[in-house]
T-cell receptor
């Protein structure tokens, strides 16, 4: 138990569906992250939120839309995805995003399959 | 762009064997982290090395940071099935990013 909970664990969706991934952290951290993990590729940082403000957006397609209503919750809204978006989506949190060698606490991920 | 190359990509060994995995870069890092990701879970931080030449031990795991701070290694003694997983190194990149390596997938069989 890392203190970061992600739901759902598995998701299958069609290309025309709209779905949302949810992440909740119980660690009192100030920063939250979305990462994408694909086979044979390094972990890719998608978004960073610090104190509910987005501080990083790594040229992610607009079909991925993050939302951070408070410092404990993070969502990733998905719409009109492509099959190549199938991957493990990991949420993480840290005390703060300042120093880039901060310890990240990851959730168990949502395994997404786009048909 | 700072890249971290890990080798080998895959490793399958029997219980009780020793192994070493490597994390290499052409760039200098102020520190490096090692994570282990077990099947069906997210990565969990094992250790952070911050000084060139530093050696840290975590039970049967020994981590070393290269003198020039461009590489790191992880040595596992007497591997156990519980060591199975994806081992990732990561180092500070630009701004608030951690750059992750390509990973080494370890399978330890009985």
């Amino acid at each position: 138990e890392t203190g970061v909970t992600q739901t759902p664990r598995h998701l299958v969706m069609g290309m025309t569906n709209k779905k949302s991934l949810k992440c909740e952290q119980h660690l009192g951290h100030n920063a939250m992250y979305w990462y994408k993990q694909s086979a044979k590729k390094p972990l890719e940082l998608m978004f960073v939120y610090s104190l509910e403000e987005r501080v990083e957006n790594n040229s992610v397609p607009s079909r991925f839309s993050p939302e951070c209503p408070n410092s404990s919750h993070l969502f990733l809204h998905l719409h009109t995805l492509q099959p190549e978006d199938s991957a493990l989506y990991l949420c993480a949190s840290s005390q703060g995003p300042g120093p880039s060698n901060e310890k990240l606490f990851f959730g168990s991920g949502t395994q997404l399959s786009v048909l | 762009t700072q890249l971290l190359e890990q080798s080998p990509q895959f490793l399958s060994i029997q219980e009780g064997e020793n192994l070493t995995v490597y994390c290499n870069s052409s760039s200098v890092f102020s520190s490096l982290q090692w994570y282990r990701q077990e099947p069906g879970e997210g990565p969990v931080l094992l250790v952070t090395v911050v000084t060139g030449g530093e050696v840290k031990k975590l039970k049967r795991l020994t981590f070393q940071f290269g003198d020039a701070r461009k590489d790191s290694s992880l040595h596992i003694t007497a591997a156990q099935p519980g060591d199975t997983g994806l081992y990732l190194c990561a180092g500070p990149g630009t701004a608030s990013k951690l750059t992750f390596g390509t990973g080494t997938r370890l399978q330890v069989t009985l």
